[in-house]
């Protein structure tokens, strides 16, 4: 069965305190892996694409990777301001659509 | 500035009473999505739409219609056979099918 699982499902980390999310995916013909950020109530936020293993993409505090089965979001020295809900999200070709995990909730306490 | 505009932000209905959540983008995207997010849950594919006149069921399109007449706008509407239609409706549209999603605010629709 196509899917995409996230873990942990929530996190509490000190400000300054880094740690990984992570995302593993089980699909056919894998097209691109997504990562979002949901403050709550409103629409996710897009943060990066990675297209195959071994790519890596950086911004600010948040750094991800991708394996052949898995990807990770670093976050480096968070703040609480990078307190949000992490969503990881896959586009594969065996069904022309994109899917998504059920998300992170990071909390980050000053 | 370019992007998703969905409208109302809150929505009541009566339970057995049809209602349409409106999605407009002015992006010039050929793909449109709608999602079903649930309290402590990831998003769940409704239905997408590639090009216009054309749209394609999600996982849970049971209780859901949509057009898609132009390419600016995806309505969806929620009809009385969606048992459990209270949620956070979430629409979404990229420049193709694999590119990244850029997403509306969404709306809360509750039904009583």
């Known amino acids: 069965e196509d899917q995409v699982t996230q873990s942990p499902e929530a996190l509490r980390l000190q400000e300054g305190e880094s740690s990984s999310l992570n995302c593993s995916y089980t699909?056919?013909?894998?097209?691109?892996l997504f990562w979002y950020r949901q403050d709550p109530g409103k629409g996710p936020e897009f943060l990066f694409t990675?297209?195959?293993a071994g790519e890596e993409k950086e911004k600010e505090r948040l750094k991800a990777t991708l394996t052949k089965k898995e990807s990770f979001l670093h976050i480096t020295a968070p703040k609480p301001e990078d307190s949000a809900t992490y969503l990881c999200?896959?586009?594969?070709?065996?069904?022309?659509?994109?899917?998504f995990g059920s998300g992170t909730r990071l909390s980050i306490r000053p | 500035d370019g992007g998703i505009t969905q409208s109302p932000k809150y929505l009541f209905r009566k339970e057995g009473q049809n209602v349409t959540l409106s999605c407009e983008q002015n992006?010039?995207?050929?793909?449109m999505y709608w999602y079903r997010q649930d309290p402590g849950q990831g998003l769940r594919l409704i239905y997408y739409?590639?090009?216009?006149?054309?749209?394609q069921k999600g996982d849970i399109a049971e209780g859901y219609s949509v057009s898609r007449e132009k390419k600016e706008s995806f309505p969806l509407t929620v009809t009385s056979a969606q048992k459990n239609p209270t949620a956070f409706y979430l629409c979404?549209?990229?420049?193709?099918?694999?590119?990244?999603?850029?997403f509306g605010n969404g709306t809360r629709l509750t039904v009583t």
């Open positions: 990675l297209y195959s």
């Open positions: 739409s590639q090009i216009v006149n054309d749209f």
């Open positions: 992006l010039n995207h050929d793909a």
């Open positions: 699909v056919s013909g894998l097209r691109g």
């Open positions: 999200a896959v586009g594969y070709s065996s069904a022309s659509k994109i899917i």
């Open positions: 979404a549209s990229s420049i193709e099918t694999y590119s990244p999603l850029h």
